[in-house]
């Protein structure tokens, strides 16, 4: 049998991390049950990830690339609008308020393994937020906003919500009108 191109096994083995993830939780995930699950060996993984905090970050930059993708496709749909930022991070986030990911609640507790890891976190808020803050005259508004969108995400994250996954929407609903109502830099709203 052929070798899989490097990139075919990257993303193997991400899944198979993945798999082990959700399956048996985040404190279970080692670079053997991920060899193990993508039918490699160990070294096939330590080829790609030579240590778990790689296999860990790369699980993350696939998430953060995924999450990008999608809100960089809302953002199309927006374009033109006043806060077509918020208005996308609404609208990714919206599709996961049914009830808790557990891809992102299984790379949360692995990061909580390792703080220092969010620096890439920080780095991609810090980016999205110069991105929301140019779009409007009222950045404290849009922060507010964008406080309201992550705390209903988190929320649902850890299947803490309050309310049933109908309601969550209805919360979504009301962020869209308080995006609505925030002035865009030409000074008016929507």
């Given at each position: 049998?052929?070798?899989?191109?490097?990139?075919?096994?990257?993303?193997?083995?991400?899944?198979?991390?993945?798999?082990?993830?959700?399956?048996?939780?985040?404190?279970?995930?080692?670079?053997?049950?991920?060899?193990?699950?993508?039918?490699?060996?160990?070294g096939g993984v330590l080829y790609h990830f030579p240590?778990?905090?790689?296999?860990?970050?790369?699980?993350?930059?696939?998430?953060?690339?995924?999450?990008?993708?999608?809100?960089?496709?809302?953002?199309?749909?927006?374009?033109?609008?006043?806060?077509?930022?918020?208005?996308?991070?609404?609208?990714?986030?919206?599709?996961?308020?049914?009830?808790?990911?557990?891809?992102?609640?299984?790379?949360?507790?692995?990061?909580?393994?390792?703080?220092?890891?969010?620096?890439?976190?920080?780095?991609?808020?810090?980016?999205?937020?110069?991105?929301?803050?140019?779009?409007?005259?009222?950045?404290?508004?849009?922060?507010?906003?964008?406080?309201?969108?992550?705390?209903?995400?988190?929320?649902?994250?850890?299947?803490?919500?309050?309310?049933?996954?109908?309601?969550?929407?209805?919360?979504?609903?009301?962020?869209?009108?308080?995006?609505?109502?925030?002035?865009?830099?030409?000074?008016?709203?929507?």
């Amino acid at each position: 049998m052929a070798p899989l191109p490097e990139r075919n096994a990257r993303s193997r083995i991400l899944d198979a991390a993945e798999a082990v993830a959700l399956r048996e939780g985040a404190r279970h995930l080692t670079l053997d049950a991920a060899a193990r699950e993508a039918g490699l060996s160990k070294g096939g993984v330590l080829y790609h990830f030579p240590s778990k905090q790689a296999l860990l970050d790369g699980m993350l930059q696939r998430f953060i690339d995924m999450v990008r993708a999608e809100i960089d496709g809302h953002l199309d749909r927006f374009r033109g609008q006043a806060n077509p930022t918020l208005r996308a991070l609404n609208a990714t986030r919206r599709a996961r308020l049914q009830g808790p990911d557990q891809l992102r609640i299984a790379l949360t507790a692995a990061h909580a393994e390792h703080p220092t890891e969010n620096a890439k976190l920080r780095e991609v808020f810090a980016r999205e937020w110069e991105t929301v803050a140019a779009e409007t005259t009222d950045p404290a508004g849009a922060l507010t906003i964008w406080c309201a969108i992550e705390g209903l995400q988190f929320f649902t994250l850890f299947d803490i919500c309050p309310v049933p996954p109908a309601e969550r929407l209805v919360i979504a609903d009301r962020i869209d009108a308080l995006i609505d109502a925030l002035p865009g830099v030409d000074g008016g709203s929507a």
